[in-house]
Nanobody, 125 residues
Framework: QVQLVESGGGSVHAGGSLRLSCAAS????????IGWFRQAPGKARDGVAC????????YYSDSVKGRFLISRDNAKKTVDLQMNNLKPEDTAVYYC??????????????????WGQGTQVTVSS
């Protein structure tokens, strides 16, 4: 059974940190990248960061650059998102997803084909 399972969400005050983890299992086809996206109530799903599974190249949205760090543990088949200096505007449901597109680094949800169930992150001021 193909699965992406996110964990690590929660509630923090502004300036705090959280670490999200995405565990992948059951994939029978290769994918090029794993990305993290987020969706706040009433808003579109936005790309946050992604990492290539071939060379660990990383890409970030401007809104999180310098605060978030994406990393991959190939042995554990997990991709983590370390989120530092969190702001209230980071509040959203965070999803991880896999992409089999060469355009994965644009962080567009339409090129990511398999999604986890999401984990809530709430940042209070």
């Amino acid at each position: 059974q193909v699965q992406l399972v996110e964990s690590g969400g929660g509630s923090v005050h502004a300036g705090g940190s959280l670490r999200l983890s995405c565990a992948a299992s059951g994939f029978t086809q290769d994918y090029y990248a794993i990305g993290w996206f987020r969706q706040a109530p009433g808003k579109a799903r936005d790309g946050v960061a992604c990492i290539s599974v071939s060379d660990d190249s990383t890409y970030y949205s401007d809104s999180v650059k310098g605060r978030f760090l994406i990393s991959r543990d190939n042995a554990k088949k997990t991709v983590d998102l370390q989120m530092n200096n969190l702001k209230p505007e980071d509040t959203a449901v965070y999803y991880c997803a896999t992409s089999r597109s060469n355009s994965y680094y644009y962080l567009l949800s339409r090129v990511y084909h398999f999604w986890g169930q999401g984990t809530q992150v709430t940042v209070s001021s």
